[in-house]
């Protein structure tokens, strides 16, 4: 069996108080590998109310909430001792399919998320964690959080 040599190292971050802990995981791999690490935030854009006129969540139509959180996750990259780290802030109406998505277009070669059943997985996908798993163009680790 030969062992795998990333090249491109994505950090799936929720904006969470465990993304010190995952990061931690995906920077240790990325450096292992001598790998190039992203972090990216996704923030799910759905419509609330009983009709179509409800439209999307106000807060996700403020412009400045994807600024924000560029500036959070750059802060992040920085607490990880990354600070050149990729950042980026995408919006989408289904998070794990954007999750595939933007890992094949950035060619991503190993996506970092944490896993616990109220944060991590459940937080950042949703309901949709297999959808990642078997969809995802590469490989997946998963970090279990301590509570």
């Not at 990061?23 to 790998?35: D, E, K, L």
């Not at 959180?69 to 750059?74: G, N, Q, V």
């Not at 896993?115 to 996908?125: F, I």
């Amino acid at each position: 069996m030969t062992e795998h040599n990333y090249q491109h190292v994505l950090f799936a971050a929720a904006l969470t108080d465990e993304d010190l802990q995952v990061g931690a995981r995906a920077v240790a791999v990325a450096r292992a590998h001598g790998a190039r690490l992203s972090l990216l935030h996704i923030l799910e854009e759905r419509d609330v109310g009983a009709g179509a006129e409800a439209g999307p969540l106000t807060p996700y139509t403020d412009s400045g909430l994807a600024q924000r959180m560029r500036d959070e996750l750059a802060d992040l990259a920085r607490h990880l001792g990354m600070p050149e780290a990729e950042v980026e802030v995408v919006r989408a109406n289904a998070v794990g399919t954007k999750l595939d998505q933007v890992a094949q277009e950035r060619g991503v070669d190993l996506i970092v998320v944490g896993s616990h059943a109220t944060h991590g997985w459940t937080l950042l996908l949703g309901s949709k964690p297999n959808e990642v798993l078997h969809h995802a163009p590469c490989d997946v680790l998963a970090v279990r959080l301590k509570r």
